[in-house]
């Protein structure tokens, strides 16, 4: 066979397109044009074959059209580029001299596979064509020459099925009912039970439906279905669900399809063949066992499509034991070149072993663990850097909650946006009092509303999930739910809720109070009864790679905490420092909720000050349970952020309870209380309240509110300090947007902290910070750093503020965005680097010009997203923070950050930051205590 040696073709076609580049890769008989590193040009598929064909592996030849032709054919609107037929041509010469036989040869035919493969596997996404060669004439000489008429006519009305599906366009069903009838007739109880002449008989009815529904006789020149079959695959890179599956997954829509075309290898030619996949390790459990599936007498699609059930792999050990001998030893051969578990597609044809594909297998995110950890600790094949590569970082949050049983079969009633992966089963209740109640007698619920606010969270806590119709990845529920690994589906535009008829509507269907429904937070589906939900259980692999990211990662990774329950757990999962409290949060809760409202409701100064004053040994008291929890890592408090209204219940139901009483004209109290709080809501009523009276605005209109709370942190650390802890507050103003504003803050929480210190004598070493969540005060950050000690981004009001887009109202219009293109996904889930990301690398450059090593972190949602750590890493932030149940995610991300780019060693370090912060602010304010 003549072999090209290098990218220079030699033969006929070549000389013809002489100065087209190379489009086709052969492999055949232990050689090939193509490798693993070729991947991106000849797709999964096809660079393992190469490789595999290289290393003597038994792989039928053929060859791949790169996908250099794909993008050439799109180039050109569906044509092939020039030279690419006669080099499809050229390699099917070499094809049928490597096989021996010829495509459309009536007695010797070649039937050749065609496949796609893009660079990474999309599983079932994309076509495949097999048995192409066969037409009236190829199935005698095919039936001559096995002696098996059967099977020859089997794989004739396999092809037109297949080619009649995936060419044609015709809806398979109607190829599938003639089978079913043909079964039926013949009495058959599988399609291998086909007698040849019912076989016969099917290929002629077959031919009938192409010629009734495409208007045109089955192909039989064996070229022209092969150049149809290749623009099929070609195509099928566009088909809805390959462009979906994408979309999903972040991939590209220009990376484009290789396609392969492959000698066939059978079966289907009696019990001595078979077809099957295998896995070298288990993808469920990750456990070093040899595991698959095989069935005898099969084409490969009878095991994709689940026309029949596979054996065990130990069937294959007691049919054809020799078989199964070289497959275990081939399949370890692989494993060991490509250092990775492989998913293993295999043909027996009379009793000869092929390999038709091999990849890295898809596994489970406990099964990843286990497999990078084993492979470099007890197997010493990889090393820890490429362990942790190995790993998604996100699918580790899978591993901390309940999910939803990979096995369980549902039909979903309506999906939204997963805002947590944790699922939850309970019954449907949509007043957050209720769920309370009825968690109080043990009864898991899930708490449905149109939105959350502040008040519901009682309702939320108690509830197992949370359902919300509208709100984006970081509305008030998103949030609050994520904080606490809670289930969470949010804008699930299709659930109407009627919360006065205590029932929810979701398409057709009705889901009424106390009815159970499944959240499955993983896939935003709300599925109407209970499915089965599996614990999580975290291994020794996942401890040991956890730490291996510490060791690696230069970006540390914090947690944002409310509580010191909260506190607790995200130590527990590694942080090593809070970068958030918002202590709004602590101003719900029975004993609290009147206090603020009173302090909210004053008239004047002093009012205000005593119902401040009460709400101070409650802020102290969590404080110092957040302290106690996190010490010795720094601790970042945010003073008081959102507006005053949304203390105070909601408007609307106010009026309507005043309306009532003003018309029977009885409890005049009750009365008196309503209008004056109906009076305050109007006072307060904003037509903008994001843009409005919230933030540094509110602490410096209110000074008393933030002087509290600085006092409290102030008193809480001195005491927690008397107990012979370490303690760090860092002391943050939210929403600064001008230097005027942070000098104020600065100074008033100076004044504070100083007193309290004066008033203790115990040393404790505080810093105050700022919020960077304007857009404003990124282009001021060298100013804004003459006062403030560190910078936290708040990339949640930043984003809302820089793309304009409100965060509780994007779920209006995002689906519509993402589905055409005008966002590459939801900006509140994964930063925007190009606008956003902007902002923050600015704010960090014009914020170090003034401090250089200024400690710089980000607390927004997106410090627990992968690809968003990646960015924080890049642009030298000190930390991220994140939900305590992303901070394994935030740490495996940011030492695989590491690994890609490492910091120079002149960029910035956590520990070396911290020094020159010291330096900067003893230098600049020589009044602090020393710890
Ligand atoms: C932010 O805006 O990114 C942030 C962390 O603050 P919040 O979400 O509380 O507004
Ligand atoms: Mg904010």
């Known amino acids: 066979m003549p072999r090209t040696k290098s990218r220079s073709n030699t033969g006929r076609a070549s000389r013809s397109s002489a100065r087209a580049p190379k489009y086709v890769y052969a492999f055949a008989n232990g050689r090939a044009e193509g490798s693993s590193a070729m991947r991106d040009l000849l797709g999964g598929k096809g660079c393992e074959l190469a490789e595999m064909t290289k290393m003597g592996v038994p792989v039928p030849p053929g060859f791949t059209i790169s996908t250099e032709a794909w993008a050439a054919y799109n180039a050109a609107g569906k044509k092939y580029p020039a030279g690419l037929w006669e080099q499809v041509m050229a390699h099917l010469s070499r094809l049928q001299t490597a096989a021996g036989t010829r495509l459309g040869d009536a007695t010797r035919p070649l039937l050749v596979s065609v496949r796609s493969g893009a660079r990474v596997s999309m599983p079932g996404m994309m076509d495949t064509v097999l048995n192409l060669g066969l037409n009236d004439q190829t199935v005698l000489g095919l039936a001559q020459r096995t002696r098996n008429e059967r099977f020859a006519w089997d794989c004739y009305r396999r092809f037109i099925t297949l080619f009649g599906d995936v060419v044609l366009s015709i809806d398979r069903r109607a190829f599938d009912t003639l089978l079913d009838a043909a079964k039926q007739r013949t009495g058959a109880k599988t399609d291998a039970d086909l007698p040849a002449d019912a076989l016969k008989g099917l290929v002629a009815e077959f031919k009938g439906v192409v010629q009734e529904k495409v208007g045109r006789a089955f192909p039989q020149d064996p070229q022209e279905q092969l150049r149809l079959a290749i623009n099929a695959v070609f195509d099928s890179w566009w088909a809805r669900k390959a462009v979906d599956y994408r979309r999903i997954h972040r991939l590209p829509d220009d990376w484009g399809t290789a396609v392969t075309v492959m000698a066939m290898v059978f079966g289907n030619l009696g019990p001595t063949s078979g077809t099957g996949v295998c896995f070298s390790r288990d993808p469920s459990s990750g456990e070093r066992r040899f595991f698959g ?44 070149h490509y250092r990775d578990m492989q998913d293993i597609e295999f043909t027996v044809q009379d009793g000869k072993l092929f390999i038709l594909q091999t990849r890295s297998g898809k596994r489970t995110a406990a099964a990843a663990v286990r497999i990078a950890v084993e492979m470099s600790t007890k197997e010493k094949r990889i090393g820890r850097d490429t362990a942790l590569l190995r790993v998604e970082p996100a699918s580790l949050h899978q591993l901390l909650v309940k999910t939803v049983d990979p096995q369980a079969k549902y039909t979903a009633i309506a999906s939204g946006l997963p805002a947590t992966p944790a699922a939850a089963v309970g019954k449907v209740v949509f007043d957050p009092e209720k769920a309370v109640e009825m968690a109080l007698r043990q009864e898991a619920v899930i708490l449905v509303r149109p939105e959350t606010s502040p008040e519901d969270v009682a309702g939320m806590h108690a509830a197992q999930g949370v359902l919300t119709s509208r709100g984006g990845l970081t509305s008030h529920a998103a949030v609050v739910a994520r904080g606490w690994g809670k289930c969470c589906v949010v804008g699930a535009g299709d659930v109407v809720v009627e919360e006065e008829n205590h029932l929810f509507r979701a398409g057709r269907a009705v889901v009424r109070e106390g009815q159970v429904i499944t959240l499955n937070g993983a896939t935003g589906e709300v599925i109407v009864g209970a499915q089965p939900l599996v614990d999580p259980k975290l291994s020794d692999e996942f401890r040991e790679l956890l730490g291996w990211a510490h060791e690696r990662a230069t970006t540390r990774v914090r947690a944002n905490a409310d509580t010191p329950a909260d506190a607790a757990k995200a130590r527990e999962f590694g942080a090593v420092g809070i970068g958030l409290v918002r202590t709004e949060h602590m101003f719900f809760g029975d004993e609290r909720i009147p206090i603020v409202r009173e302090m909210i409701m004053a008239g004047d100064v002093q009012a205000r000050k005593k119902a401040v004053d009460k709400l101070l040994p409650f802020q102290r008291e969590d404080f110092i349970g957040i302290f106690r929890a996190m010490a010795p890592h720094p601790v970042t408090i945010r003073l008081l952020d959102p507006p005053l209204h949304e203390f105070l219940p909601k408007y609307k139901e106010v009026l309507e309870e005043y309306t009532r009483l003003d018309a029977r004209g009885f409890n005049p109290e009750r009365h008196a209380e309503l209008g004056a709080v109906k009076a305050r809501l109007e006072a307060l009523l904003e037509a903008n309240p994001m843009l409005g009276h919230r933030g540094c605005r509110l602490g410096i209109t209110f000074p008393e509110i933030y002087d509290m709370q600085v006092r409290a942190i102030m008193e809480a650390a001195c005491e927690v300090v008397g107990e012979g802890h370490r303690v760090e507050p860092e002391i943050m103003i939210p929403l600064t947007g001008t230097v005027a504003e942070m000098k104020l803050t600065r100074e008033m929480t100076d004044r504070v902290a100083q007193q309290v210190i004066a008033e203790t004598g115990k040393g404790v070493h505080y810093s105050v910070g700022t919020m960077i969540e304007v857009p404003r005060a990124a282009l001021v950050a060298d100013r804004i750093a003459q006062y403030a000690e560190f910078f936290s981004f708040g990339t949640n009001d930043l984003t809302q503020m820089t793309f304009g887009y409100s965060r509780d109202d994007i779920g209006k219009f995002l689906p519509f965005y993402l ?43 997106h410090g627990g997203e992968p690809a968003s750590v990646e960015f924080c890493h ?45 330096r900067s602010h003893m230098s600049r304010t020589n009044r602090r205590t020393k710890q």
């Open 874 to 918: 890049r642009v030298g932030m000190t930390y991220v923070s994140c939900s305590p149940y992303m901070v394994p995610v935030a740490w495996l991300a940011a030492a695989q950050a590491e690994i890609k780019q490492p910091r120079s060693p002149g960029g910035v370090q956590p520990k070396a930051s911290r020094a020159n912060m010291k």
């Open 819 to 861: 589905e055409k293109k005008l966002l590459p996904n939801d900006p509140f889930a994964v930063l925007d680097q190009a606008g956003v990301g902007e902002l923050v690398r600015i704010g960090i450059e014009r914020g170090r010009k003034t401090v250089s090593g200024l400690k710089v972190g980000i607390c927004g949602e």
């Open 293 to 336: 599936e095989f069935l005898v007498n099969a084409q490969g699609e009878d095991v994709v499509a689940g026309i029949r059930t596979g054996e065990h792999l130990d069937a294959l050990k007691t049919r054809m034991p020799a078989v199964y001998r070289k497959l275990n030893a081939i399949k370890d051969r692989l494993e060991l």
